[in-house]
T-cell receptor, first 116, second 115 residues
Framework: EAQVTQNPRYLITVTGKKLTVTCSQNMNHEYMSWYRQDPGLGLRQIYYSMNVEVTDKGDVPEGYKVSRKEKRNFPLILESPSPNQTSLYFC???????????????FGPGTRLLVL | AQSVTQLGSHVSVSEGALVLLRCNYSSSVPPYLFWYVQYPNQGLQLLLKYTSAATLVKGINGFEAEFKKSETSFHLTKPSAHMSDAAEYFCAVNAGGTSYGKLTFGQGTILTVHP
């Protein structure tokens, strides 16, 4: 089954304690990205990756790191989490296409993070 | 720079009525535009996308959207609302020249459908 998985799904942590949220896809997609969702703000892109070893900043990259060492994995790292990073996080992946209206982007189930 | 504005954070319609969710964008280059849907406690699902082909784009579940360059709009419509359409809808723009580069989302519109 084609899917994007995220772990953990729920996480409560304390300020300053490093954490990693994993994202993995089984569709051999080139493109992967991370978003955070906050009430009234919609989704904001944190980082994205066009392929292995190619990453770039989205709209809100401060306080986050990513890496893309393998095509299937795109972990999100919070080196020193702060309460303003409490949010719902989504990972997504897709093929890199141009104009193919049948192509779709797959989203993971979300990770709800609370930083105390 | 690119941005998206969704007019109306909440829209309420009766079952069987027309659904119209408004989206206006700003982009310095020809944009790619998307609509996503999020059902309660679920992830996001791509409804449809515009990538410079036909200006009227048909998506899943009977939704469609029309790209109007002169109005910088990409409004989402469905002729007849169904109870199962109740969800939050997000419009997004990508001015990077590819289908899935840097996406900027609107703040979302919650659609409520009354019996």
């Amino acid at each position: 089954e084609a899917q994007v998985t995220q772990n953990p799904r729920y996480l409560i942590t304390v300020t300053g304690k490093k954490l990693t949220v994993t994202c993995s896809q089984n569709m051999n997609h080139e493109y992967m990205s991370w978003y955070r969702q906050d009430p009234g703000l919609g989704l904001r892109q944190i980082y994205y990756s066009m392929n292995v070893e190619v990453t770039d900043k989205g709209d809100v990259p401060e306080g986050y790191k990513v890496s893309r060492k393998e095509k299937r994995n795109f972990p999100l790292i919070l080196e020193s989490p702060s309460p303003n990073q409490t949010s719902l996080y989504f990972c997504a992946s897709s093929r890199r296409t141009s104009g193919d209206t049948k192509e779709t982007q797959y989203f993971g189930p979300g990770t709800r993070l609370l930083v105390l | 720079a690119q941005s998206v504005t969704q007019l109306g954070s909440h829209v309420s319609v009766s079952e069987g009525a027309l659904v119209l969710l408004r989206c206006n964008y700003s982009s310095s280059v020809p944009p790619y535009l998307f609509w996503y849907v999020q059902y309660p406690n679920q992830g996001l699902q791509l409804l449809l996308k515009y990538t410079s082909a036909a200006t009227l784009v048909k998506g899943i579940n009977g939704f469609e959207a029309e790209f109007k360059k002169s109005e910088t709009s990409f409004h989402l419509t469905k002729p007849s609302a169904h109870m199962s359409d109740a969800a939050e809808y997000f419009c997004a723009v990508n001015a990077g020249g590819t289908s899935y580069g840097k996406l900027t989302f609107g703040q979302g519109t919650i659609l409520t459908v009354h019996p």
